[in-house]
């Protein structure tokens, strides 16, 4: 069964940082491009950052430009996300999912993992 795991959420202070891991179980994740989406209490899911299959071209919300990293070490078949200078704003449940595209349509992402949850408060 395809299936993605998100680890690495928590609770931390406005400023600080956390890494998120996306991890694939039952399938090679280097043949597929990935991307983050957050979803707030109430909010729809919104798109975060992507990532190609090489990891060599990636894109970013501007929300997050400048603040947060996507990159994937294939190796590991492992996507993750670099979030810094964190606000609380940024909190949400974070998912990553993966498409036979770079940074397609929200309907082209084929397989989605559970969600990590990410809360920025003091």
């Known amino acids: 069964q395809l299936q993605l795991v998100e680890s690495g959420g928590g609770l931390v202070e406005p400023g600080g940082s956390l890494r998120l891991s996306c991890a694939a179980s039952g399938f090679n994740l280097n043949y597929y491009a990935l991307g983050w989406f957050r979803q707030a209490p109430g909010k729809e899911r919104d798109w975060v950052a992507c990532?190609?299959?090489?990891?060599?071209?990636?894109k970013y919300a501007d929300s997050v430009e400048g603040r947060f990293t996507i990159s994937r070490d294939i190796a590991k078949n492992t996507v993750y996300l670099q979030m810094d200078s964190l606000k609380a704003e940024d909190t949400a449940v974070y998912y990553c999912?993966?498409?036979?595209?770079?940074?397609?349509?929200?309907?082209?992402?084929?397989?989605w993992g559970q969600g990590t949850q990410v809360t920025v408060s003091s």
């Open positions: 999912a993966a498409a036979r595209t770079f940074c397609p349509r929200y309907i082209d992402y084929t397989n």
């Open positions: 990532i190609n299959r090489s990891g060599g071209i990636t």
